[in-house]
């Protein structure tokens, strides 16, 4: 029912930065919350940060707070991730995700479980 595509991964050096975007597409009325997930290699995928579409509420990773921000183009059906002062240990790859038809209440959840509809991934690579 829903459609997201990432994009805007790349190769970077730390300290530096990176945009991605998540384009959404289908039946995006039906979207509660949203979020920007990473799996490093060996690794369990892990919440970076999430945002409830309706109230614009925001949740982070204490390992990307002050780094990273999770935003929003409703009119546009994207989410954004900007991501400052990167590290060696971002370097993952990241994925846009989406709850489809149940409401997410409180501060939208960190964690991968709740999401139900994920987009293919974009891979980050950050060297030192």
């Known amino acids: 029912q829903v459609q997201l595509v990432e994009s805007g991964g790349g190769s970077v050096q730390a300290g530096g930065s990176l945009r991605l975007s998540c384009a959404a597409s289908g039946r995006t009325y039906g979207i509660y919350c949203m979020g920007w997930f990473r799996q490093a290699p060996g690794k369990e995928r892990e919440g970076v940060a999430t945002?409830?579409?309706?109230?614009?509420?925001?949740a982070y990773a204490d390992s990307v707070k002050g780094r990273f921000t999770i935003s929003q183009d409703n009119a546009k059906n994207t989410l954004y991730l900007q991501m400052t002062t990167l590290q060696p240990e971002d370097t993952a790859t990241y994925y846009c995700?989406?709850?489809?038809?149940?409401?997410?209440?409180?501060?939208?959840?960190?964690?991968?479980?709740?999401?139900?509809?994920w987009g293919q991934g974009t891979h980050v690579t950050v060297s030192s």
């Open positions: 945002i409830h579409t309706g109230t614009g509420s925001t």
């Open positions: 995700a989406a709850r489809y038809g149940s409401p997410c209440y409180g501060p939208p959840p960190v964690l991968p479980g709740p999401y139900n509809s």
